[in-house]
């Protein structure tokens, strides 16, 4: 006999059997035509219903025609007087969410029931009118609502106040009538009705912030009994906090003294609260924080576990920010290490890891060792994070570190986890010089048993980067060969390419490369056949003259300075003939929006207003565009151009914009331009531009747009020579001017017309201008690439600034740079970053920079800018415009 098809989990043998299996909807609808019957069975009305509602639950649709007839069957079982199958029918109806000409059909049915006796009707009947009616209905209805509010019954008034935080989403203005019903229950005695009162009396009043400081103000003096309430109102007052400015004066945080005295409140969640919201005060003091870890420390021995984990983990937080302030709660959370719940054991762990001194690492490694086995990939991940952080805290400890690290990565685990390990152990190996050697030794053995191709590769690619640079690189050359040997052609492939790095770089390794790379020339897969062949060829390993050892060493360890989007347009475009790609004509910068124009909101560009389909093309149409204009065919090759800047406002008569495009010695204003307004035709439309502002640009060429007409974008030239390769900066005043012709829409005949002008936004050139945004796929390998010989290193105070987030995005706009590997994304609550940027500045010469950010209390932050280029007066340069800027 076949089985019925239930569906188990394999971890939960004892799941019963579902009632709701296999059943129909059309069954269901059958089934419905009970609630019409003469004498009512409520058991199988009940039964029917909750069906219904399980159908509508799991994604099941129903029809305009059987959703109607379900509803007015439902609608009629108001006539039974069954408690339980009343409340059926009122989760039925809400449910449904009948249409307006429907709702009128069970009104009077609610109505009766909101003015019952049966406090459950009047409480459900409230949720479920207030859910289903509009505007209107909602407006005939009032009274019995703000009766409700203050109803002596709790849940009647919760039912009808929670019903009032949804209507303000959809009828604000009603709701708001209702100001002095809410005050009065916000001092009610019932601790639900007071939480859910004073939810919607800020919610009634959250975008008057004067009212909001008002409320808080008279609630802080201790009116409220609710728990609940109290800490609704600890979250308030943060917020009043946040948006006010502390006192210079004295140095006094408004209502700090409240939520100081909450730590003192009778109900844990109360306590737990106000620490947290101390906690996460923006600039936040170790004196002030001083009470919230003793009281959280006093949670750390709690006999509940969800207070350990919330105390735990509010301290952890802290703990990235504050480390000092909590080092007083290391006794106990050692002893979390081993609490029977993981989250707490490893919030423990990771907290000591970011407090512990340097003493304490060795001890806490034997802990984490015996903890590692008894929890999943996902807090495995947390914890190998934390000890990542550790190593570069204390690099001296990085040897028991790494063995750690190197233990646990031989041990069971899934991708995310042993690419987690691996990530931190390629960091400690580019972050500390000695744990080098020993970094490599571990990936090298790791690899050998490694079931991720992912991780091999990515591991391959590293040890070729930094293996030649070791003291004896030649001890690598056997892990590397084996996987040529023994894995997929993915992995072997990358193996030939790793071991060619070792051929280029050290020369007393050739020979044994050699013969391993023709070796490799008889593999299965051509993708192998073809590296080996290009790598003899360059190394000059079959006879033939191979590339000098800077041209090799070039391609093999230089990173591509052009973005790869670009380089496969270019490849695209290019025909086959007999003239070979050359790389230095692809663009190296990607423009999120690459085309001159935009123009009015709800209008397509057409002609070079269009946009172009890729970076490449954009570039390749500005070019030809200017080359178009004998004027600029004389200015050599164009350098960069800049994203559209407006220089209207939305929604004005005349839309214009300009892109900047920037030669060695001159700069060109494309001003887009686009009319308006369907009965005026514009003529000889060109900006007259003062350079009043910008001295050392004086203007040479103009080239005016000839007609306008509506809706058809056109362009306006103006050309300004400049020094020579100088970054020159300047502010441009510009006036359009044109002639005006109103136009007959019926017979499009226009009239004489006369000379008007039209003030536009001012415009300025400014540094980072004259910097492409070029990215480096591993900016390490770039950085010693360049070598210091062009270096300079300065230090600058920014001032006082919000978060190191705003530094970071002030910095990276002035210099125009590409920020690499992500580093122009800030930590939350971080107090250093250090940021990569990458770029070509104009002449063609790559500039990298690595810039060090330090926040210190009153939000002073202090930068440290090391600048590599290919030219060191470039390199002054750019601390130049640093330092003006």
């Avoid at 001890?475 to 790095?501: G, Q, W």
């Avoid at 164009?638 to 030669?663: D, G, Q, R």
Wanted: proline residues 4%; charged residues 25%; negative net charge.
């Amino acid at each position: 006999m076949a089985e019925p098809l239930v569906k188990k989990d394999d971890d939960r043998d004892d799941e019963g059997y579902s009632p709701f299996l296999g059943i129909e909807k059309g069954a269901v609808l059958q089934e419905a035509r009970v609630f019409n019957d003469p004498q009512l069975d409520a058991r199988r009305c009940s039964q029917v219903i909750t069906k219904l509602l399980y159908l509508l639950n799991q994604g099941e649709t129903f029809t305009k025609v059987e959703a109607t007839e379900v509803f007015f069957a439902t609608t009629k079982l108001f006539q039974s007087k069954d408690t339980g199958l009343r409340r059926m029918v009122y989760l039925m109806i809400k449910e449904l969410s009948p249409s307006s000409d429907e709702v009128i059909m069970v009104t009077s049915s609610l109505m009766k029931d909101i003015n019952s006796k049966n406090d459950m009707y009047r409480a459900n009947a409230i949720r479920v009118l207030c859910r289903i009616i509009d505007g209107t209905l909602l407006a005939q209805t009032e009274r019995y609502l703000t009766q409700a509010i203050v109803d002596k019954n709790p849940g009647v008034a919760s039912a009808a106040l929670v019903s009032g935080i949804h209507l303000l989403q959809t009828n604000p203005g009603i709701v708001k009538r209702w100001t002095k019903e809410v005050q009065e229950a916000v001092q009610s005695r019932a601790a639900l009705v007071q939480f859910h009162a004073l939810a919607l009396n800020h919610q009634m009043q959250q975008n008057n912030r004067l009212a909001v400081n008002k409320l808080v103000t008279s609630l802080t003096k201790g009116s409220l009994r609710s728990p609940l309430a109290q800490c609704l109102l600890i979250r308030y007052t943060s917020q009043v906090i946040r948006e006010s400015s502390m006192n210079t004066q004295t140095g006094e945080r408004p209502f700090f003294d409240f939520l100081e005295a909450c730590l003192r409140h009778k109900a844990e969640m109360v306590i737990l609260e106000a620490a947290r919201a101390i906690t996460e005060l923006s600039g936040v003091t170790s004196q002030e924080l001083t009470p919230a870890i003793m009281v959280l420390q006093l949670f750390l021995s709690s006999s509940k576990p969800v207070l350990r984990f919330a105390a735990v983990r509010t301290i952890n937080k802290v703990a990235m920010t504050h480390p000092l302030a909590v080092t007083n709660c290391n006794i106990d959370m050692e002893s979390l290490i081993s609490d029977q719940n993981r989250s707490i054991a490893t919030l423990a762990i990771t907290t000591l890891l970011k407090t512990g001194n340097e003493s304490s690492v060795d001890r806490l490694m034997k802990q984490i060792t015996n903890f590692m086995s008894d929890i999943a990939d996902e807090f495995k991940i947390v914890v190998v994070e934390a000890i990542r952080s550790l190593c570069l805290k204390f690099p001296l400890k990085y040897r028991s570190l790494m063995n750690f690290l190197s233990n646990i990565l031989r041990e069971e685990g899934g991708f995310q986890y042993k690419k987690a390990i691996v990530d931190s152990i390629v960091i400690l190996i580019r972050d500390i010089p000695e744990a080098k050697e020993s970094g490599l030794f571990h990936l090298c053995e790791f690899i050998e048993d490694c079931e991720f191709t992912y991780l091999s590769t990515q591991i391959l690619h590293f040890l070729g980067n930094e293996g030649p640079k070791t003291s004896d690189p030649g001890k690598y050359i056997r892990y590397i060969y084996n996987r040529v040997i023994l894995e997929n052609a993915t992995v072997r492939a990358s193996a030939v390419s790793t071991l060619v790095k070792f051929g280029a770089w050290i020369d007393s390794l050739k020979p044994r490369i050699f013969v391993l790379l023709r070796r490799c020339l008889y593999d299965s897969d051509d993708e192998v056949r073809d590296r080996a062949t290009l790598y003899l060829n360059m190394l000059g390993g079959d006879g033939l003259v191979g590339e000098t050892n800077q041209d090799v060493r070039e391609v093999l360890f230089g990173s591509l300075d052009v973005p790869l989007v670009n380089l496969e347009t270019s490849l695209r475009n290019h025909e086959a003939s007999e003239e070979f790609f050359d790389i230095s004509t692809v663009p190296k910068e990607v423009k999120s929006q690459p085309h001159a124009e935009k123009k009015a909101p709800g209008k397509k560009p057409t002609g070079l207003g269009a946009p172009a389909t890729g970076p490449a093309s954009a570039v390749d149409a500005y070019q030809k565009l200017l080359l178009s204009i004998p004027k600029f065919a004389g200015f050599g090759k164009l350098f960069k151009s800049s994203e559209p800047v407006e220089l209207t406002e939305p929604e004005t008569e005349y839309a214009v914009n300009v892109v900047k495009h920037i030669y060695d010695g001159h700069v060109v204003f494309q001003y887009n331009c686009t009319n308006t307004i369907p009965e005026q035709l514009l003529e000889n439309v060109t900006v007259f531009v003062d350079a009043s502002e910008a001295e050392e640009f004086s203007e040479v060429a103009s080239q005016p747009r000839r007609t306008l007409p509506y809706d058809l974008p056109g362009q306006s030239f103006v050309a300004f020579e400049k020094p020579e390769g100088v970054p020159a900066v300047g502010k441009f005043s510009n006036l359009l001017k044109f002639i005006v012709k109103e136009v007959d829409l019926a017979t499009w005949e226009a009239d004489e017309g006369v000379e008007d002008e039209y003030q536009l936004e001012d415009l300025e050139v400014v540094a980072a201008d004259y910097m492409l945004k070029v990215g480096v796929s591993n900016f390490k390998n770039a950085w010693d690439n360049i070598g210091a010989d062009c270096e300079r290193v300065d230090e600058y105070g920014l001032g006082v600034r919000e978060s190191l987030a705003e530094a970071v995005s002030a910095v990276i706009n002035i210099l125009g740079m590409q920020a690499c590997e992500g580093t122009d994304v800030v930590p939350s609550n971080a107090r250093s970053h250090t940021c990569l940027l990458s770029g070509v500045f104009i002449g063609n010469v790559k500039v990298l920079a690595r810039i060090s950010f330090g926040i210190d209390g009153p939000k002073q932050v202090a930068m440290k800018l090391a600048v590599r280029s290919e030219d060191q007066s470039i390199s002054d340069t750019i601390h130049e415009i640093v330092a003006n800027g």
